[in-house]
Each structure stands twice: as C-alpha cells, then as structure tokens.
C-alpha cells in the first residue's frame, strides 16, 4: 500500500464518472518504481462544480490533473495557458500546476494515440480512415491521424459538430472531409474504422454502426479500452481490431512526463493497466 505524508504530492483525474478509470493503478505503479511521493487520485466532478474542482486543486497544492469526459472543453477557460496542440485540437486532457500555481493544459490524447498503432504494428499512412465522433477524443486523434493518412473523414450524428471539426481541421490540413450520411457503400471506401464515441461504454447502447457496413480486410478500432460489442462483431467478420487500451497507456506515458519531467516506465504502466483491466 502506498504510504503518504504531507510531503506526498498529488495528481487527479477528473471526470464524470470516473469509477471505471484505470489510469491509478498505472500511474501509482510508475511513481513507485521511480522513487517518486506522488499519488493520483480520481474524483468524480459534476459539471457545474468543475470551475471550484479547478481552483481547489490549485489552492491545496496540487501537482497536476488528468481530464475526461465531460470536461474536456469546459476546462479551458479555467487554466491560465493552453499549449499549441490542446489549442488547436480545442480540447485538453493533461494540466501541469507550476510552482507558482499557473495552470498550462495539454493534450496528449493525439500523440498517444499514434504511439498506440506504432505498438500495434499498424501504420495510417497513405490510408483512408474514417472517425466516428466529434468530441475532444476525435479531434484528438483526426488532428494527428491528418499528418499521415490520406483523407480522414468524420462522420457524426449532429451533422453541426462533424463540419466544424472538418472545418477546424481545414486550416492546416486538405484531406479531412465530412461524410454526411452512413452507408455501407460509403464506409466500404475506407482502409480503418474508429469509433471515437462513447457507445460501447455502457451495457444496452447501441453500435456506432451496423457491422455489416464492414468490409473484408478493414482494420477497425474503438477508442474505448474494452472489447466492446462493435469490436466482437468486427472479430467474429474476421477483422483486425484494437481497443483503446493502447491510447489509454501512452498517453498516460506522456503525462507524466510532463507532471514529473522524467520519462516514466513504460512496460511498468503496461503491465499494471493490463492486471487491473483484467
């Protein structure tokens, strides 16, 4: 069991739920194997209580913050910087809280992401990949997957959130479209599918899409880090799938080195994910 003391810096997730969370028993397992007196914590934060969530922790001294759903955007205003990458990707999932109580936001959904593929083998490059969702996770992640795939496209079912992120996307980057209506023709264009919505989450919801839209040879993803029921249906039509479990490790790997400035142990935080997920 972890020991703690008022030496004992912390870190916090945020979100709402956050029961399901295995980011503590990857990040407390790093911080013990490098010798470090942090401990991270999760914390279930209504949304309306988010901006005094915020301020408390920069009032007790905490080291840093994770940031989930739902409060990915709503977080912004609150922090007195927000890096290049949070910016544009219009999201922020990682708070470092300085010495002098400033509070800069990052995102490292996107980059940990591609690590993710980089383990899994799979290369986007040149590929046709199609993103379904709109939210902080999939601008994330289009952002990134726009510097190497051919065209991304995104479909959502309020067509309003998919053309601005198209369009926010657009100003630096020529090969993201919107794909306004779900076919199987239309999904069959494309060489990846991810889902980047939270069905799948909760037992009872429904399919990001029909499975049957699939084609042979497809590889197909889910951000969220379980076999979910989109993912088994992907499986048993005998396609390559991944979960988000990858994503969920790397960019944890890149928290902490910006809480702790020290590149963490990456198989530790591996092996622990792996332990608690099972």
């Known amino acids: 069991m972890m020991k703690l003391s008022a030496n004992t810096g912390l870190i916090a997730l945020f979100g709402y739920p956050t029961g399901h969370s295995l980011s503590p ?3 407390n397992a790093a911080f013990k194997e490098m010798g470090l007196e942090l401990c991270y914590l999760t914390f279930d934060v209504h949304p309306q209580e988010l901006r005094d969530a915020v301020l408390g922790a920069r ?7 994770n940031v989930t759903v739902p409060h990915k955007e709503a977080i912004m205003p609150m922090l007195g910087e927000v890096r290049p990458e949070a910016a544009f990707i219009g999201a922020v999932n990682t708070v470092l809280i300085n010495e002098r109580g400033k509070l800069i936001g990052h995102n490292t959904d996107g980059m940990g992401f591609m690590k993710s593929l980089e ?3 799979i290369d986007p490059a040149g590929k046709r990949v199609l993103v379904i969702g709109s939210g902080g996770a999939s601008r994330a992640i289009c952002s990134s997957l726009c510097e190497a795939a051919s065209e991304v496209a995104v479909y959502n079912r309020t067509q309003d959130r998919a053309a601005r992120l198209v ?3 657009g100003i630096n980057f020529k090969n993201a479209t919107h794909l306004e209506s779900m076919s199987g023709e239309a999904v069959a264009c494309f060489d990846m599918v991810i889902n980047a919505t939270s069905l799948g989450l909760s037992d009872g919801d429904p399919l990001p899409l029909d499975a049957t839209m699939l084609r042979q040879g497809q590889i197909v993803g889910d951000l969220i880090y379980k076999n979910t029921p989109f993912l088994a249906h992907a499986q048993k039509m005998g396609h390559r799938t991944f979960n988000g479990l990858g994503m969920l490790l790397w960019q944890g790997v890149l928290s902490s080195q910006i809480w702790t400035g020290q590149m963490p142990p990456v198989e530790t935080m591996r092996r622990a994910l792996k332990e608690k997920f099972q």
Request: no cysteine; hydrophobic share 55%; glycine share 18%.
């Open 25 to 27: 028993a990857m990040h």
């Open 59 to 65: 009032a007790m001294g905490f080291v840093g913050l």
């Open 119 to 121: 383990d899994e083998g």
């Open 167 to 169: 369009a926010d996307l």
